[in-house]
């Protein structure tokens, strides 16, 4: 059978090129859902570390046993609320980067480059190993940094 490579099939190369420009223009959207669903991953550890800690859950006053925690849960709670911070600055950069037209490809690749740093920095917290943590919160805030540079550029 003759095999025809997309550089010799014109169709196969339309389908190709159609085929990433779809990915690339996903890709930001994937990552701003990701970064949307991770605050509350590292609640998962947080309630673990309260039920370690405290032997029960308390729905009452949550806050109140939060406050007491020591160790990976208050770690995680930590990282749980630097989670939200994080997403407050991620967000409107995605929806601006989009929105103005940016570079597509660069602004899913930097949306992918925020996502990995900021499960990293998550890990990280968790683990207690908190100038590896700072690293990965640099390589995070610089590929924002890098998508407001983006947008700058496309809208000016």
């Known amino acids: 059978m003759f095999a025809v490579s997309w550089h010799q099939d014109p169709l196969a190369r339309f389908i190709a090129i159609d085929y990433y420009r779809a990915m690339v223009a996903k890709t930001p959207i994937i990552c701003l859902l990701i970064v949307t669903v991770l605050p509350y991953v590292w ?8 039920m370690r800690e405290f032997g029960s859950l308390d729905n009452r006053y949550p806050r109140l046993q939060q406050a007491r925690l020591t160790g990976l849960g208050a770690r995680a709670l930590g990282a749980h609320n630097n989670s939200f911070e994080a997403l407050m600055v991620f967000a409107p ?9 940016a570079d597509q ?22 683990t207690d190993q908190d100038k590896l943590r700072t690293a ?13 540079t983006l947008i700058l550029h496309a809208a000016l």
Request: glycine share 8%; net charge positive; proline share 0%.
């Open 43 to 50: 609640t998962a550890f947080q309630a673990y570390g309260r």
């Open 93 to 101: 950069a995605v929806i601006l980067a989009m929105w103005t037209g």
């Open 105 to 126: 490809t660069w602004v899913a690749r930097l949306s992918v480059v925020y996502v990995v740093a900021r499960l990293c920095h998550g890990i990280a917290y968790l």
């Open 136 to 148: 990965f919160f640099a390589v995070g805030m610089l590929s924002v940094i890098s998508l407001w």
